[in-house]
C-alpha cells in the first residue's frame, strides 16, 4: 500500500478491472467488444543524457503500468477520460489533430493516432478510451511514454495493423510514439522512454543504441539483469521535488553538446565517444578533443555524454559477466558526472543519493532527465527497507516533503491484458 511512501504495482487484473471501472462511468454503455492494454513506466540504470548525443542507455521496465481499456468508434470521434484526470472528457476528432491543434493530457493520445498515419501511413478509426495508472505522474518515471504506448498497442490492435507482434514493428510504434510526444504534446523528448516501454523484456535490461538511422535489429539489445539470484534490488526514490527549469535547461543542453560536436567536426558526440573507447589511450584522446573546445562549459558537458556512454559499455560487460553486484561503482561515477559536469541534479536528488550510500547501497544515482524525478539506488534487497528509512529521515532533516519509493523489478512491455 501507500504506507510509508511506498508505491505498489497493481498486478495486470487488477489494473484492468479499475480501468473498466473508469470506462463504465464516463460512457456507461460498456459493450462485449472493450478491451484492455497496459504499458510500463521506466527507469534508465545507465546513460543520461546520451539519447540525443546518439548515445547508448539501459533502461528497465517497470512493473508499474498505464492501463486504457478502449473500443473502437465507427466515426472519427476520439472521447477520453482518466482516473488521473477526474471530471472531465476529453474530445476531439482525428481530422483536427494536428502540431499545436490539440492540448491537455489527450494529446498524448490523440497524438498516437496522428502519428501512426504521419509516420507508418496507418488509418485508425476513432475510439473511446479510458485511462488508469500506477505510475507515478511527473516523477521521471515515464507516466507519458507508458500512456503513449498502452494506446499504441491498443490501435495497432483493433486496427489489425500487425505492428506489436514484431521487434521491428514495436520500433516503429515507438517511432511513432516519440512523433506524439514531440510534435503533438510538444515535449522534446529523445526516444527512450518509448522504446523501453514497447520492446523491454521482463527479466532484462534493454541496450539501447539511440544512433539515428539504425536497423530495429541493431538498436536495441536485450542484457540479462538478474537481480534476484544475486539478492539484490534496485530501489527507486521519487524525490517528488517540483521540476524547475527544465524545459530551458534541456534544450540548452542539447544545444552546447550539438555545437561542441560541430566544434569538433563531427556529426555527434557518438563518434567521439567511440574513438575514445577504440583508443589506446583513452584518457589522452578525450583530452586532445576537450582541449579544442574554448569554452569551460562545453568541456564539462562533452566530457560527460563521452564517459557516461563508456560507463554504460563497462556496466553492460559486468551485467554480461554475471557480475551486477559490482555495477555500483558506475552509478556513483554516473551520479557525480550529472552532478558536476552536466549539472542536472539537485538539492533533493543529491540528498537521495547520499543518505542511501550511508544506508548501505552499492550505488546510487539520479535518473531520467534531472532537475527533480527519481533516484536510484542498488541496495541488497534485504536491506531496501532500511535504505528508504535513510533516506525519509534525510528528507525530514533538511524539511524537504515526504519522498515516495518503489522496486524496480524489471517488468513486460506494453500488451493486451484482456
Ligand atoms: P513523466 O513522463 O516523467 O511522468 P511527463 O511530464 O513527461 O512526466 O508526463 C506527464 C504528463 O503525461 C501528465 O501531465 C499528463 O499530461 C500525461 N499523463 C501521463 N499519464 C497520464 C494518465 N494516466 N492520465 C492522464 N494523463 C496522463
Ligand atoms: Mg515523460
New binding site residues.
Given amino acids: 500500500g501507500a504506507a510509508r511512501g511506498w508505491v505498489g504495482a497493481w498486478a495486470q487484473e487488477t489494473g484492468a478491472a479499475r480501468v473498466r471501472d473508469v470506462f463504465a462511468q464516463a460512457f456507461d454503455d460498456v459493450t462485449a467488444d472493450l478491451r484492455v492494454w497496459s504499458a510500463p513506466?521506466r527507469v534508465n540504470l545507465i546513460g543520461e543524457h546520451t539519447d540525443y548525443n546518439d548515445g547508448l542507455c539501459l533502461p528497465i521496465a517497470l512493473p508499474h503500468r498505464?492501463y486504457v481499456a478502449l473500443r473502437p468508434r465507427s466515426d472519427s470521434l476520439v472521447r477520453?477520460t482518466?482516473?488521473?484526470?477526474p471530471g472531465e472528457v476529453w474530445e476531439a476528432r482525428l481530422e483536427d489533430v494536428a502540431p499545436g491543434a490539440v492540448s491537455?493530457?489527450?494529446?498524448?493520445?490523440a497524438g498516437v493516432a496522428w502519428a501512426l498515419r504521419e509516420e507508418l501511413g496507418r488509418e485508425v478509426t476513432g475510439f473511446d478510451a479510458a485511462?488508469?495508472?500506477c505510475?507515478?505522474?511527473?516523477?521521471?518515471?515515464?507516466?507519458?511514454?507508458?500512456?503513449e504506448s498502452s494506446v499504441a498497442v491498443a490501435l495497432d490492435d483493433v486496427g489489425g495493423l500487425g505492428l506489436g507482434g514484431s521487434d521491428a514493428g514495436r520500433a516503429a510504434l515507438a517511432t511513432a510514439c516519440v512523433r506524439a510526444?514531440n510534435e503533438i504534446?510538444g515535449?522534446p523528448?529523445g526516444g527512450m522512454?518509448q522504446s523501453v516501454a514497447l520492446r523491454a523484456r521482463s527479466g532484462h535490461a534493454l541496450l539501447l543504441d539511440c544512433r539515428r538511422g539504425l536497423d530495429p535489429a541493431e538498436s536495441a539489445e536485450q542484457v540479462p539483469f538478474d537481480l534476484e539470484t544475486a539478492g539484490l534490488a534496485v530501489l527507486v526514490m521519487d524525490t517528488r521535488a517540483e521540476?524547475q527549469l527544465v524545459d530551458g535547461q534541456y534544450a540548452q543542453r542539447r544545444d552546447t553538446c550539438e555545437a561542441a560536436a560541430h566544434a569538433l567536426g563531427t556529426e555527434s558526440l557518438r563518434e567521439l565517444a567511440d574513438a575514445v573507447e577504440a583508443s589506446d589511450d583513452p584518457t589522452g584522446t578525450l583530452t586532445v578533443a576537450l582541449d579544442k573546445l574554448p569554452e569551460d562549459v562545453a568541456r564539462r558537458r562533452v566530457r560527460h555524454v563521452v564517459t557516461e556512454i563508456g560507463r554504460v559499455r563497462d556496466l553492460v560487460a559486468l551485467l554480461r559477466d554475471g557480475r551486477v553486484g559490482e555495477i555500483g561503482p558506475l552509478m556513483n561515477a554516473s551520479h557525480a558526472s550529472l552532478r558536476d559536469d552536466y549539472e542536472v541534479s539537485s538539492v533533493e536528488l543529491d540528498v537521495a543519493v547520499e543518505a542511501a550510500r550511508v544506508a548501505g547501497a552499492l550505488g546510487a544515482r539520479m535518473t531520467?532527465?534531472g532537475f527533480g524525478?527519481s533516484a536510484i539506488a542498488l541496495v541488497a534487497a534485504d536491506r531496501a527497507e532500511a535504505v528508504a528509512d535513510s533516506v525519509r529521515a534525510a528528507f525530514e532533516r533538511e524539511g524537504f516533503g515526504a519522498p515516495g519509493f518503489l522496486l524496480a523489478v524489471p517488468s513486460e512491455p506494453a500488451g493486451a491484458v484482456d
Avoid: C, K, N, R
Avoid at 482518466?82 to 484526470?85: E, F, G, I
Avoid at 505510475?135 to 507508458?146: D, E, K
Fill in positions: 513506466g498505464t477520453l482518466s482516473a488521473q484526470a491537455g493530457w489527450g494529446a498524448y493520445v485511462v488508469d495508472s505510475v507515478p505522474f511527473g516523477a521521471g518515471l515515464s507516466s507519458s511514454a507508458a500512456l510526444e504534446a515535449a523528448t522512454d521540476h531520467g532527465g524525478g
